[in-house]
């Protein structure tokens, strides 16, 4: 069996009287695991615990084979620890290279040359080669976000956390970061936050969904789409009885539900449809998840 | 083609403060506020060397302190400040914020070298032109050298290392202008007691307790010149004692455990030779205000 890279046992984390995380236990291992949820759900708080900026006030987190207990212990993580936060800004005047120098430097990058080295592999990785001594500040939202994803890319780190990769990308250089994180994924614990299901959908092997600070789904991504089977059917007006529906690019409505009528076109689920239905399902009844 | 990733090497301690530190004193050394500041310093340094009304020991020390000092502590301030919006990601690498600051206050060696560099052209210049004896008041060559390195290398110092332990603490918006102001604030009251007052240990203690104070004054058209009171080479320990506190502060932002209790304890050493040295600034060297003409004689200063 695969020993887990990233081991959580009761982890709860409050602010204030509000508890973000309540005894969430996890073991990962190498691959990508898509971590979903509504806002407030505590996906942000798990991974900043997970990225070692937070601190857990109960329960054990053990990382890469340390348990964070001692400050050695968490930079031994860090050394080994690529960190995407949910918004990064950047220094004034910075360019992109140069922001991304600036972390390898703190990320323990003494030689010069093969620090220069590292950071082009990173920004050639992100396609931002071409553009890597323009000011950070005259690049695009979705150029920006690629420069924060180089830099945690830096050192090709064996736990990769990432708090909404995708966020001001278009369509094209989504796909290319797919393309990027699961090669990055073949060698390491990659754990990314987002609302985006499709990413998940193409990306990962394994989902949680966390609601209220709690784990709510934890599987493969296969399994939390099987359960919606027979849930989702088109119509060419909104059902009353389905839990949601919307309509489509064809005129028809796609409805989310308990069941579909017997009458009705029921078409194959995405991730999309079984995340909607189990989320209803807190409030309405339960979805079962095939094994 | 991509190339193959690569890991750093567990670096050596203090290999990464080293490096870090070369980093921001590049920015430090490339910043458009510092560069104005010292090319603005250039032109009174140049005029003063070979003017022979110059003030030796007097305002021509105030050039460094404000154009490099003071500008540089604003340039520090910006410089620690400018990472605050990457803090998220900051935390989560392997540096430890006690050496991100480290390696700041090391940046401070590049307006320190400035101060340096104007210490040098003043000596240069004092070597090549030599004013009259009279010009130095009643300090001797020791003290001359110990006023005009706290006039300069001290300032130059001392200034962006505030700045930085400001940058570290300060969660305000335009916390630069309130440094300067508090700073430029508390040097101007000590001027002004020192102005209205001959001597006595208030007066005296009031003027020396600031980062920055003349020994020398001239009078109306250089006819005389003021030597203040106090002991300028004490002066000057107090002034590296500052400059340790400041350091300090700085580090202790975000210093935990072990670290932390070294730094207080190091904070501790340099209070206690700072209050040594104040003490002994205070109460040493000229006790009164005395005047010094162009003919030699010494009188005593005339109550203002």
């Known amino acids: 069996m695969i020993r887990p890279t990233v081991e959580l046992i009761g982890v709860g984390k409050r602010f204030g009287g509000t508890a973000a995380l309540d005894g969430v236990d996890l073991a990962l291992t190498p691959g990508i695991t898509g971590l979903l949820g509504p806002n407030g759900a505590g996906k942000t708080t798990l991974l900043r615990i997970l990225a070692t900026v937070l601190a857990a006030d109960e329960g054990v987190v053990r990382l890469l084979d340390h348990d964070l207990a001692t400050p050695q212990d968490r930079t031994a993580v860090r050394r080994r620890l690529g960190y995407l936060p949910q918004e990064l800004g950047f220094p004034r005047g910075f360019s992109a290279f140069r922001f991304v120098d600036y972390m390898a430097v703190l990320k323990e990058w003494g030689s010069a040359p093969a620090r220069h080295a590292e950071v082009r592999r990173v920004l050639e990785q992100v396609d931002l080669a071409t553009l890597a001594t323009k000011r950070i500040s005259t690049l695009s939202g979705g150029q920006r976000r690629r420069v924060a994803l180089a830099q945690a890319l830096l050192g090709a780190p064996d736990l990769l956390v990432l708090d909404e990769p995708t966020t001001g990308l278009d369509p094209e250089q989504r796909v290319a970061l797919r393309r990027v994180l699961a090669e990055t994924a073949r060698a390491a614990t990659l754990v990314l936050a987002t609302h985006q299901t499709e990413d998940v959908a193409a990306l990962c092997d394994r989902v949680i969904v966390l609601s209220g600070g709690h784990v709510q789904f934890d599987g493969r991504v296969a399994q939390l789409v099987a359960a919606a089977t027979g849930r989702v059917w088109l119509a060419d007006a909104p059902d009353p009885a389905a839990q949601a529906s919307w309509r489509t690019g064809s005129g028809r409505y796609r409805n989310v539900g308990k069941a579909a009528p017997s009458a009705a076109e029921v078409v194959d689920p995405t991730l999309e449809d079984a995340y909607l239905l189990l989320r209803g399902a807190t409030t309405s009844d339960s979805i079962e998840v095939p094994a | ?304």
């Open chain 2, 1 to 304: 083609m991509t190339a193959v990733a690569t890991r750093p090497r567990v670096p050596a301690p203090g290999s990464t403060l080293r490096v870090l530190a070369g980093v921001e004193a590049r920015r430090f050394a490339r910043h458009p506020l510092f560069l104005a500041g010292v090319a603005t310093c250039v032109i009174p340094t140049v005029t003063a060397a070979n003017d022979a009304n110059s003030d030796v020991l007097g305002g021509d020390g105030f050039f460094p302190a404000l154009l490099v000092g003071v500008v540089s502590m604003v340039v520090a301030y910006q410089l620690t400040r400018s990472t605050r919006r990457s803090a998220e990601a900051l935390h989560a690498v392997p540096t430890a914020a006690t050496t991100r600051t480290g390696a700041l206050c090391l940046a401070c060696v590049v307006p320190a070298a400035a101060g340096v560099l104007w210490l040098a052209v003043k000596l240069i210049a004092i070597h090549r032109w030599p004013p009259q004896p009279w010009m130095f008041g009643t300090f001797g060559l020791g003290d001359r050298f110990a006023i005009l390195a706290g006039e300069s290398v001290l300032a130059c110092l001392g200034a962006p290392l505030l700045g930085v332990a400001a940058g570290r603490w300060l969660r305000i918006r335009g916390g630069a202008v309130l440094l300067v102001a508090g700073v430029t604030g508390w040097v101007t009251a000590g001027f002004a007691v020192a102005l209205n007052s001959t001597g006595g240990l208030l007066a005296t203690g009031l003027r020396l307790s600031t980062p920055f104070t003349v020994f020398l004054t001239s009078g109306k058209g250089y006819r005389s010149l003021d030597s203040w009171t106090g002991s300028p080479w004490w002066y000057l320990l107090w002034l590296v004692a500052l400059c340790g506190l400041a350091t300090i502060a700085a580090l202790l932002h975000g210093a935990t455990g072990g670290t932390r209790t070294r730094l207080l304890r190091v904070g501790a050493l340099f209070v206690i030779v700072g209050l040594l040295a104040y003490g002994l600034a205070v109460t040493g060297g000229l006790r009164r205000t005395v005047t010094v003409h162009p003919d030699g004689t010494r009188t005593a200063a005339a109550a203002r």
